[in-house]
């Protein structure tokens, strides 16, 4: 977008004309380029840092999204400590798995994505019209993952209407499911979900859904090198967070400092996975 170099202090007329609620569809209007999907890459193999894995559970109050740490960059550790879960508004949040740089990038996209319809249009998307918007903006970087740089979120939120949590999941193309209880995205997702699939009941409260995403990145760290399990030494630990009606929460430090440690002591003692019902 060109610059307002009068020395009026006035905002470019782009900004001031009446259009779209999306932000998304400005950016296509005024400033395409600034879109990831319409950067050009350099010829060649791009090698990026890749992050998993995310999981997710649902329990009758709301819905738990995690994940570790840990970036890969082919065979090397390229980050130990990042964060793969944010906050997308007040009632949902996106765990990433995919090309780091360009996943964290689209996260930040649809965060404005999401506050500028509701400038605008004086009112939230609706649970269903956030994970539909996601998808729109996952298929607009389809280029990029054809070549490598594929971005596979996992989006959670508190469906108001509904009045329970829901999660979603989707492919590199932008297709979308719906998914029920659980979920799990990103190279270790395979070991996470079948962890998961034998521990989960509808019937879980908030504490052992959380306890039971951890145990699903425990397991998954156990049979993926790309995911990493909880780092003592350097305290480094899963990130969880918890939307209820009551909104987005991330558990402090501490709280998932406790969680890991409880999963990891648990382990000492049956090192091939909990044999009885969580707690």
Known sequence: MEPNTRSTGRLPAAFLTPGSSSFMDFLADHSPEMLPGNRKLPEGIVEAPHGTTIV?????????????????????????????????DEYSAVGIAGTAGLAVEMVKLFQLELEHFEKVEGATLSLEGKANRLSTMIRGNLGMAMQGLAVVP?????????????IFSYDVTGGRSEEHGFAATGSGSIFARGSMKKLYRADLTEEQATVLVVQALYDAADDDSATGGPDMARRIFPIVTVITDEGYRRLTEDESSALARSVTERRLEEPDGPRAALL
Request: aromatic share 8%.
């Open 154 to 166: 996992l989006f959670a939120g508190w469906d108001e209407g509904r009045e329970k949590g829901r």
């Open 56 to 88: 997710a559970a649902t329990f009758a109050g709301g819905v738990v999204l995690a994940g570790d740490r840990r970036a890969t960059m082919g065979n090397m550790i390229a980050q130990r400590d990042i964060e793969k879960v944010f906050p997308a």
